[in-house]
């Protein structure tokens, strides 16, 4: 089992840059698919970005691609978030999750964190 804590969320501006980080714990934390998931208020959970577990594989969502990168450091056990150009309908919940199955991707992120706020201001 792993336990995923986010940090790096907070109140930007419009065309500002955030990094969101995702620690993991347990020593397999390098053979996990890691994923970024975003919630606004209102809304169903979306996919922003994952990542296989050794970086070979990347994937985004139209919405940020461009904009956004996902990389990981399995040394540290932690998959980071680096969004630039944020705009306004950025702003949510973003959480990261993990999966073990050996799929990529994932049909089912097996484990979530609880989420970091991040808020964009126009």
């Known amino acids: 089992q792993v336990q995923l804590v986010e940090s790096g969320g907070g109140l930007v501006q419009a065309g500002g840059s955030l990094r969101l980080s995702c620690a993991g714990s347990?020593?397999?934390?390098?053979?996990?698919?890691m994923g970024w998931f975003r919630q606004a208020p209102g809304k169903e959970r979306a996919f922003v970005a994952s990542?296989?577990?050794?970086?070979?594989?990347?994937d985004y969502s139209t919405s940020v691609k461009g904009r956004f990168t996902i990389s990981r450091d399995n040394a540290k056990n932690t998959v980071y978030l680096q969004m630039n150009s944020l705009k306004p309908e950025d702003s949510a919940v973003y959480y990261c999750?993990?999966?073990?199955?050996?799929?990529?991707?994932?049909?089912?992120?097996?484990?979530r964190g609880q989420g970091t706020q991040v808020t964009v201001s126009s």
């Open positions: 990542i296989m577990w050794n970086g070979d594989r990347i």
């Open positions: 999750a993990a999966d073990d199955s050996g799929l990529y991707p994932p049909l089912n992120y097996r484990y």
């Open positions: 347990g020593r397999t934390f390098s053979s996990y698919a």
